[in-house]
């Protein structure tokens, strides 16, 4: 029996040992950072030499699709790795896993002396209920939040008009789906006017990527259908790929996802099918050049411009507390980006006439809903 | 003599219960059938699609492969709730290796390999040790919800692997694959084969072979079995190891397939193995019956997939999407009839020491 109690002991603390592993804000950036491993890291180490000689300390609470997503987180990193480079900060980012971590992780750059933190980034609209409670309990300490607006004095929102660049991208397969059009590995089925699109979790934000995606299909083909699928998670892209083949199966040639890494699986599955896909917050052709030959263009959000700007205002003793920035098509917010491989491919008259439509958005011409219920 | 009557009482409003579910099925096909136009009738026109059917197949593998496992195991005396775990390392392994050896094929054999080990590392606690089987199995689980994602973010500096460039790809057998609906049976990835071929395998081992009689009987009676001149421990470290080789094969096959292994939260696993469970179960610790099961859930799904998209049914799709939990947890509740082993979760001695 002694024998039976030690093993399962010793299981239980192994474990807890374990668990431990996995949590925790990762030190640095240096140590993940495989582009440029510019060795942040030991600045970070003894923190108390290094804040002295940088000009501002920043603390960065990822989404939960984490690093290495391609797609809206690394968009906030290299917001941040561009102030590192450009503005002499040091910054300690921390990638939870689950929703219920958001606080913790808030609250341990909020509380921390050692480096003692000017600015701490959320990025996503989840963190927000996390920071509406953290932000009153630590009045000295600035937020910034990004997709979302918590109002109180201590946090800048940056929030983008994400229903815009849809709209842009959603006119581009709405007119690309009934013509010929085929490169790369991807062919258009001019028979169906039938695209797709996948959002991550259902809610007011991805709804506004999917209302401005079905406007501007509707805005290049009145007749067109939109074939629309939640996956229910941000880091699914097994389920992601299901969804994408079920709407290339039954007829789509064009699929734009909102879904942050769950989006992978759209593209593979694109990519499988011989269609084409949409990517969204980065150049994905770039950022996921396995599948350039199959992204027609990506719905481009600045997320980068958003963190910099909040470092940047806060290294110029400006930060913008209680304010809500919003970065649209005419703040360069959002945009359409086409595909590194694919994008000379697609007709000259496409093309203008999103841009069009982008300057008819911008005049205030065209208003595009926010909400798929209003489209 | 009241508790008798109430317990049939109670037998025949489950099956009553069960007759009106099977009705309402019927009548639900029949008006699919009668009226193509109607709510069944886009409901089972996009279920009975050759993609339906490929989806199914592809989201069935890891939870075959791995209830496979757990019915090995379990028959033999040792209940494996830990198929999570070994699911969650095989699919980590294996893109690591197929990152580093350049095929797919050495990823799927690593994988499982590593799987093995694990179910190893859990078959020495049990049986040697004679731990919880329970606690033992939530370790494994435990220890590969950590380590996978602790191991990645080592490698590859994030709990996502990067993606693999090459992949199984497809086995199309010509002029069979053109069949509407049936031929996504000849038009699948080759783990659909293996799969297929690992449900008959386990079934003929299971029931027709010496080593599946040990296996029962070390489940059912261990002490007959010990009579007869069987090593009880030596069968069920065969089974638990074999446990570890299927659940490997299930997850090696989920993240390669997807050429990625992810590693937040949940993992890609994400409750696969706890399916897992669930399909053998039902199937009554029968291989073909844990796989009829795991379509039963993996169609639902596919289904649940489809009827979103084509946004038939006017209710919320985080609603659409638990479907094929809700209609488990039912059919289940209707019509599951499982016996458990007689001495699973027993530890066993033998009388000579």
Known sequence: MDRRTFIRGSGIAGIAALAGCTGGPTEGSGSNDSENGNGTGDGDGDGSSGSAEVSANVGVVYATGGLGDGSFNDQAQQGIQQAESELNISYNDAQPDEVSQFKSFQQQFAQSTNPDYDLVCCIGFLQKSALAENAPDYPDQNFMIVDEVVEEPNVASYVFGEEEGSFLVGQLAGLLTTREFSAGSGSTNPDRASVGFVGGVEGSLIGKFEAGFIAGVARANADAEVQSTYVGDFNDPAGGKEAALAMYNSGADIVYHAAGNTGTGVFEAAQEAGRFAIGVDQDQSKTKSNYADVILASMVKRVDTAVYTSVENVVNGEFDGGNVTTLGLEQDGVEVVYGQQLGGQISGDVKSEIKASQQAIIDGEISVPADPANV | ?353
Request: hydrophobic share 55%; proline share 4%.
């Open chain 2, 1 to 353: 003599m009241s508790n008798a009557v109430a317990s049939r009482a109670g037998l025949s409003t489950r099956r009553l219960a069960g007759l009106a579910l099977g009705a309402a099925v019927a009548l639900f096909v029949l008006a699919g059938v009668a009226m193509p136009d109607s709510t069944p009738g886009k409901v089972l026109r996009v279920a009975f699609t050759k993609s339906a059917l490929a989806a199914t197949l592809r989201l069935s593998v890891p939870i075959a492969f791995a209830a496979l496992g757990g019915i090995f195991a379990e028959k033999s005396g040792v209940i494996n709730i830990g198929l999570e775990g070994l699911l969650i390392i095989s699919a980590f392994v294996a893109v690591y290796a197929a990152d580093v050896g350049g095929s797919v094929w050495l990823g799927l054999l690593v994988g499982v390999l590593a799987s093995t080990l694990l179910a190893g590392l859990f078959a020495v606690v049990c049986i040697e040790f004679r731990a919880d089987q329970i606690i033992a199995g939530l370790a494994v689980w435990l220890i590969a919800l950590g380590l996978a994602p602790f191991a990645s973010q080592a490698i590859y500096g994030g709990p996502n692997t990067e993606s693999l460039e090459g992949s199984f790809g497809t086995i199309t057998v010509p002029v069979l694959s053109e069949i509407p609906f049936f031929g996504a049976l000849f038009d699948a990835n080759p783990v659909v084969y293996l799969m297929f071929a690992a449900v008959g395998l386990s079934w003929y081992a299971l029931n027709r072979t010496s080593f599946g009689r040990w296996v029962v009987a070390s489940g059912e009676n261990p002490k007959a079995l010990d009579t007869a001149g069987v090593n009880v421990t030596r069968v069920r470290y065969a089974a638990v190891l074999l446990s570890g080789v299927l659940a490997g094969f299930g997850g090696a096959a989920l993240s390669l397939s997807l050429g990625q292994f992810i590693g937040n939260g949940a993992t890609m696993v994400n409750g696969k193995g706890f399916i897992a469970i669930v399909a053998y179960l039902f199937g009554n610790y029968n291989p073909v019956g844990a796989l009829l099961s795991t379509f039963l859930f993996a169609g639902l799904d596919a289904l649940q997939i489809r009827l979103q998209a084509a946004a038939i049914i006017a209710v919320p799709q985080s609603l659409v999407r638990t479907i094929p939990y809700v209609a488990v947890i039912v059919v289940l509740a209707l019509f599951g009839r499982t016996r458990i082993p007689e001495a699973a979760g027993d530890h066993y001695e033998s009388g000579e020491d």
